[in-house]
Structures are given as structure tokens and as C-alpha cells.
């Protein structure tokens, strides 16, 4: 079965630093989102890679899908208290594109000190 | 855009009461819904596939009579928790999507606490 590992599990940095996010899967990709949860609070949608070596940026969040399109990152530069929360990669579950069914890594939860 | 609406955010009861949470994408027609369960400080776990005006699908070990799930509309998608018992305590996540490759966009959440 498809697994998402995303590294690191958490990271906590002084305001202002910069930061990666890791998630790679054990299979080929057809399609990464990236989303930011708070905690007991819902997702919010970041960023979708669809082709290899594709990037994205929003604001001070770069995200970036390999050329094998096996492992995505997140960037953030210039991390804010703002940016605090956990973020989830996900992806279609191999063979279920249609559905649009999505397995998700089990996040990353950054904490950022002013 | 893009904006799913979950309600109700919070509900506490007794054991045995059936509760239904609603799930409605307030600016776009969702051709696919799909509910979730998160346990604390887990991922998300896909429980069931709302598709309009058909049966929803479930996922491997969800009973599909414990948690009923109706998707009456193109915006529209409820989840109801039968006789409800405190191992169903849980925050559970909608989200809807457009089609294709378009993402998932969620609710902000229902925390249910079954006393």
C-alpha cells in the first residue's frame, strides 16, 4: 500500500529562520497538496504539484515536487508566529485517481518563537 | 472561493443518541464529499466517499450502518452518527471537491463527545 513520510515530525524555530518540510512517498505521485491545520480546527489548502519538477510559491511558502515525483518540500523563509500549525502533505492514493480519494502523511507541526 | 462550511463545530451527549453533522461547500458544487476521523495528534482517516445522489463509499473496517452518510445535493452532505457510544468520541472532517484534479477543500471540524 502507498505511504506518505514526512520528516520532520515536528521543528520548532526562532522566528525569522528559515525551514523544510519533507514528504516522500513510496510511490510515484500523480499529484501532491500541501494544507496547514491548527490544532481541532479544519484544513486549509496551501498548494497542489502536479508535474515533475514543478514549484510553487504563495507569499514566503515555496513548495516543490522532485522529477521522479517521489518527495515534495515545503519552504518557509522568513518563518512568523502566523506560520505555527501542522501541515499535511497528501496525495492520491495510487490507482484511485478518479476518485480523488487523498492519503495524507501524518504531519509536520511546526512551532515558531517570537 | 472554495469555502466548505461544517456544522455543528461542537456537540456533547448522552450514549446511545444518534448525531448528524452537516456538510455544505457554500460557493461551488461539490461533486465528490468525503468524510474523515482524526484522532489526536494522528492524520486524517478516510472513512466514506459521498458522491451525489448515490451511495456512499466505505472505507475498510467503517461500518457503513454506524455512520450513514447522505448526500442529497450538489452542496450538500450529511454524516450520522447511530446510537452513538464513547468510543465514537472523535473530531471528525468533511471536505468537498469540484472534480478532476481540483483539491479538497475542508470544514473547519466537528468535535464529538459521547458521555
Known amino acids: 500500500s502507498q505511504e506518505l513520510e514526512q520528516s520532520p515530525q515536528s521543528l520548532i524555530v526562532q522566528e525569522g529562520k528559515n525551514l523544510t518540510i519533507n514528504c516522500t512517498s513510496s510511490?510515484?505521485?500523480?499529484?501532491l497538496y500541501w494544507y496547514k491545520q491548527k490544532y481541532g480546527e479544519g484544513l486549509i489548502f496551501l498548494m497542489m504539484?502536479?508535474?515533475?519538477?514543478e514549484e510553487k510559491s504563495h507569499e514566503k511558502i515555496t513548495a516543490k515536487l522532485d522529477e521522479k515525483k517521489q518527495q515534495s518540500s515545503l519552504h518557509i523563509t522568513a518563518s512568523q508566529p502566523s506560520h505555527a500549525g501542522i501541515y499535511l502533505c497528501?496525495?492520491?492514493?495510487?490507482?484511485?485517481?478518479?476518485?480523488?480519494?487523498?492519503?495524507f502523511g501524518q504531519g509536520t507541526t511546526l512551532q515558531v518563537k517570537p | 472561493g472554495a469555502v466548505v462550511s461544517q456544522h455543528p463545530s461542537r456537540v456533547i451527549c448522552k450514549s446511545g443518541t444518534s448525531v448528524k453533522i452537516e456538510c455544505r461547500s457554500l460557493?461551488?458544487?461539490?461533486?465528490?464529499m468525503f468524510w474523515y476521523r482524526q484522532f489526536p495528534k494522528q492524520s486524517l482517516m478516510l472513512m466514506a466517499t459521498?458522491?451525489?445522489?448515490?451511495?456512499?463509499?466505505?472505507e475498510q473496517g467503517v461500518e457503513k450502518d454506524k455512520f450513514l452518510i447522505n448526500h442529497a445535493s450538489l452542496t450538500l452532505s450529511t454524516l450520522t452518527v447511530t446510537s452513538a457510544h464513547p468510543e465514537d468520541s472523535s473530531f471528525y472532517i468533511c471536505s468537498a471537491r469540484r472534480g478532476g484534479t481540483q483539491p479538497q477543500h475542508f470544514g473547519d471540524g466537528t468535535r464529538l463527545s459521547i458521555l
Open positions: 459521498s458522491n451525489e445522489g448515490s451511495k456512499a463509499t466505505y
Open positions: 510511490k510515484t505521485l500523480y499529484g
Open positions: 460557493d461551488f458544487q461539490a461533486t465528490t
Open positions: 497528501g496525495a492520491p492514493i495510487h490507482g484511485s485517481s478518479n476518485t480523488g480519494k487523498l492519503i
Open positions: 504539484l502536479q508535474k515533475g519538477g
